[in-house]
């Protein structure tokens, strides 16, 4: 897919479906305006809903993976939710573009509740990392159809502020979820956070579906509705189980892993140059260097991320609570980089603000693991991290926006599917490494650490910092892409 050349889109997204004139709007219209109140809302619930699982679902992972005797595939619980979320954006993609996001964006959620009720059931870590593959599927059905609608039913002066309000979703979950999920991890134990999430699945559909079947349905103008690319989904079930097996190998460290890892490798290297946009892994300008920095700046910070709780509990000693309390300040601060992001003066230096951002998050990520150092205070992790989600604010928001600023109408699904894949991906395989990394310097036997307190048995400080210091030079690396993102005018 070759990258587009930057141009005004005023034009193109009013062909983006025969209600143009009604999305129009009145001129100086916000997002709550009278035209687009009800269709905000409704989308804005879906991702407050995404929002308090992550944020929940975090916190009582470490005590789950130990009471599933599972902490060895504790990576597994999280890569598990991005390699099927793989094929769910790509099959999102075609379904959105040829019928419409309203049927992915519903069958999506029902998969995301699904997900859930599966993991909280389980009986062991196997059954329990199925359950967040199922989740992942839905995950990434919502996630691409929600880019469309916004592709569709906003025009482009609005896309940077439904951003933004999508990513101020996550500061109250960020600061409630953390600690309601502590609090019924340690009351009533962990399954309970999973069971109880599916009750918030109600209110999105009902307040989302009747308006993107209203603004948003069909396929786009000029594309008659038809069956799937099947090339496209056989490269999406190739990307999914090439990332699994690629997850697979590096969490065992065994010879005879080579051959899964292999296989992996030779499923996922032609999936991905099909399904991304030509020249991304050379960061080609335009649209391809945006896809790449997006899987760069998403992969390297919440491959980190995810063992941050883990650290703090089986390093420090701190209850679930407290150790997903670390990273509330998070939501806020990355709230607060998407609106820097979304002013109309910042249109100007959005590349700037960007390579700030990924600045920001590498800094981060290098000084998480200094509180392996005793002396080092814990909230030292709770204010780095605040500084990185606000560069993360930065990045993700504007690199959506660029994204679809780059896209013809009828590629939309596509490219957006492609930016989640990139995401998606590089969870996966920088998951993947610092998995390995982290079983291969004795993370694993962290499964007999208490939550009160640090055993000798459970302190590995160097399988931890394998993992950080490695992320903080991918994140650094993302910096330097930032100044490919103009392509080149002619």
């Known amino acids: 897919m070759a990258a587009l050349e930057p141009r005004d ?51 009582a992972m470490p005590v789950a993976a130990r009471e599933l005797d599972g902490v060895a595939l504790y990576a597994f619980a999280f890569s598990g939710y991005f390699t099927t979320s793989l094929f769910g954006m790509v099959f999102a993609g075609q379904w959105s573009d040829r019928r419409g996001p309203l049927g992915a964006l519903g069958g999506g959620i029902a998969a995301f509740a699904a997900g859930l ?26 996630i691409v159809a929600l880019y469309v609608v916004v592709g569709r039913a906003y025009p482009e002066r609005l896309r940077p502020a439904i951003m ?27 399954r309970w956070v999973f069971l109880g999430i599916p009750a918030l699945v109600v209110l999105p559909l009902a307040l989302a579906l009747p308006q993107i079947r209203r603004r948003a349905s069909g396929p786009v103008e000029g594309m008659a509705a038809g069956a799937f690319d099947r090339r496209r989904i056989r490269l999406a079930l190739g990307i999914s189980l090439g990332a699994g097996l690629l997850q697979y190998a590096a969490q065992d460290l065994r010879p005879v ?27 080609a300008r335009g649209l391809p260097s945006v896809v790449l920095l997006r899987g760069v700046a998403a992969g390297s910070f ?54 700030l951002g990924m600045v920001l998050a590498a800094a981060a990520i290098a000084a998480a693991p200094s509180v392996l150092i005793h002396s080092v205070p814990v909230w030292t992790v709770a204010v780095a991290w605040g500084f990185g989600c606000l560069g993360m604010g930065l990045v993700i928001a504007a690199s959506s926006v660029l994204m679809l600023k780059l896209s013809a109408p009828e590629e939309a699904g596509a490219n957006s599917a492609a930016l989640q894949i990139s995401d998606g991906l590089s969870n996966v395989l920088l998951l993947a490494v610092g998995g390995a990394a982290f079983v291969a310097l004795g993370g694993g ?46």
């Open 9 to 59: 889109t005023g034009v193109a997204d009013d062909l983006l479906s025969s209600a143009a004139v009604e999305r129009a709007g009145e001129p100086g219209e916000t997002v709550l305006g009278s035209s687009y109140r009800a269709l905000t809302i409704g989308i804005v619930s879906v991702v407050l809903l995404i929002a308090f699982e992550a944020t929940a679902v975090g916190t």
């Open 117 to 142: 009720l599966l993991s909280g059931s389980a009986g062991g870590m196997w059954v329990f990392i199925l359950g967040r593959a199922v989740q992942g599927l839905g995950g990434g059905l919502v």
């Open 257 to 283: 892993s080579l051959v899964p890892g292999a296989a992996g490798i030779a499923l996922l290297v032609p999936a991905v140059l099909g399904l991304l946009p030509r020249g991304t892994w050379r960061a």
């Open 445 to 490: 036997s962290v499964a007999h650490a208490t939550t009160s307190a640090t055993t000798s048995a459970g302190s590995h400080p160097a399988a931890f910092a394998a993992v950080f210091l490695p992320m903080a030079a991918v994140a650094l690396f993302g910096a330097w892409v930032t100044t490919r993102l103009r392509a080149e005018s002619r």
């Open 302 to 355: 919440i491959a980190a991320e995810s063992f941050v709780p883990l650290m703090l509990v089986t390093e420090r000693g701190l209850s679930p609570t407290l150790a997903g309390f670390s990273l509330a300040a998070g939501g806020a601060t990355w709230a607060l980089g998407s609106w820097v992001q979304s002013r109309p003066w910042a249109e100007p230096y959005r590349e700037r603000l960007m390579a």
């Open 164 to 190: 933004a309000a999508f990513a101020a979703c996550w500061v109250v979950p960020s600061v409630v979820g953390p600690l309601a999920a502590g609090a019924v991890t340690e009351q009533l134990g962990w």
